[in-house]
């Protein structure tokens, strides 16, 4: 949430918790009879003028190959995100 969250700030979007939050699940499996986690799925919520719509949209194409710990597993562990817009 961190890496995005600073690339909303730098385009003029507020994040503290009531205009920002997430969900995020994942799924562990039996691999070869060992427990791993295999899918991590994040749901980030945000609510901000339309007029900052594209500009939150962007920041949320480009967070990934900045963010520390989707760079450090995504090799080895499925990511799903998603950005909704609330009202």
Known sequence: MGTLATLMAGKKIPTPGHLYWADVE??????NNVLKITTIRVKFHLK?????????KEAFANYISRCPAAQSVKDC???EDELIFEK
């Open 26 to 31: 994942g799924d562990i499996e039996n691999v």
């Open 48 to 56: 901000c003028p339309d007029e900052k719509v594209a500009n939150a």
């Open 77 to 79: 562990i499925k990511l």
